[in-house]
């Protein structure tokens, strides 16, 4: 068995598996353009969705490092809008980690539906994080501050804000210029989607009404925000996995914060998911947008799985991880 016997014909995009220097699978497909028959390639762009929150920690634990802020830093000291109901108490760490309570603005616990957002608010009006406020800014906390994890959207938004105002620059330009250049990620970025470049893949969802795919531009943001949005390549991300692992984005000691468990679950570090406790891996999932990525330190070893159809990365990707470890057959 290999590869691509786990893979059935439903899937549509680009898998990469490197092993220190050395790739040892790469492939695409299913088509980047539908219509146009135009195939997925190992060059081709995909939108990522929550895999963006790791590009927003990093950018953080930089600014801590250079004692802009800190861990204890509250919301209520960086953000100048006023913030009604929510705990102006609520940390840096807090959002990092995913315990702040501040009310999300899309709630996975209760919500099943991204496009549900935009039943009131077009989605097209949102390109810029500031444009979410109005989706939160009304509700009430969820539980106090620090009391639970539970995955929050609207966290990493926040942390995006607030990059922005500490920055004076909007959080993907800040983004782009010390972490996407710093890692020579040139083919990384937070596009709109109605002004795509080239290579990029569209994002399709399946209607079963008309037996047919649609593209996703009318179910998520016109522009990702701080809780997400980033189109990037396998091999961008292998770059921003090597630059972040050697120092080149944050030092020793907030990488081991960063891939260690801020919770007492011990599934979660700062920006990433700890797979057994232990590998670091980002992922994301919008309509018609799938993603993950994973890093096991020990082997060196990267898998990336980049989808643009609502597909199940997350088995194939430990499927793929178990055909690894059986070391029975050629990849």
């Known amino acids: 068995m290999n590869v691509n016997d786990l893979i059935d014909e439903k899937f549509s995009g680009v898998i990469s598996i490197v092993q ?10 299913g088509f980047a353009d539908k219509a146009n028959e135009i195939p997925n390639r190992m060059d081709t762009k ?14 953080i634990l930089n600014l801590i490092e250079q004692k802009i802020i800190n861990f204890d830093t509250t919301i ?4 100048k809008f006023d913030l ?7 940390t840096i760490s807090q959002l990092l980690n995913h315990t702040s309570g501040i009310p999300d603005y899309f709630d996975e616990s209760v919500m099943n ?56 620059k909007p959080f993907d330009v800040y983004l782009q210029e010390t972490i996407f250049d ?9 596009f709109e989607l ?9 994002s399709y969802i399946f209607d079963y009404k008309r037996n047919e795919y649609r593209t996703n531009i009318f179910s998520i943001d ?21 630059a972040l692992v050697n120092g080149e984005l944050i030092n020793k000691e907030s990488l081991e914060k960063m891939f260690s468990p801020q919770i007492a679950e011990g599934y979660y570090g700062f920006g990433v998911w700890l797979l057994n406790g232990k590998i670091p891996s980002f992922q994301g999932c919008d309509p018609g947008v799938n993603f993950i990525t994973s890093y096991d330190l020990g082997k060196q070893l990267i898998v990336t799985i980049l989808s643009n159809v609502d597909y199940d990365v997350e088995l194939l990707h430990n499927k793929i991880n178990t055909l690894l470890v059986s070391n029975k057959s050629n990849i």
């Open 113 to 168: 539906n991204y496009e549900e957002l935009w039943i009131n608010i077009p989605n097209y009006r949102i390109r810029k994080s500031s444009d979410l406020i109005p989706l939160f800014i009304d509700k009430p906390m969820m539980y106090p501050k620090g009391e639970r994890f539970q995955y929050n959207n609207t966290g990493y938004v926040v942390l995006g804000l607030v990059i922005e105002e500490i920055t004076g």
């Open 20 to 29: 220190g220097s050395k790739n040892i699978f790469q492939g695409g497909y």
């Open 46 to 59: 995909f939108g990522t969705a929550s895999a963006g929150k790791v590009f927003v920690a990093t950018a």
């Open 222 to 242: 016109a522009k990702g925000s701080g809780a997400g949005g980033a189109f990037t390549t396998a091999h961008d991300i292998e770059k921003f996995w090597t």
């Open 76 to 79: 209520g000291e960086v953000l």
């Open 194 to 202: 109605d002004r795509l470049p080239a290579k990029c893949a569209f």
């Open 182 to 190: 710093t890692c020579r990620m040139t083919d990384t970025g937070y």
């Open 84 to 90: 009604k109901e929510i705990d102006s108490g609520i």
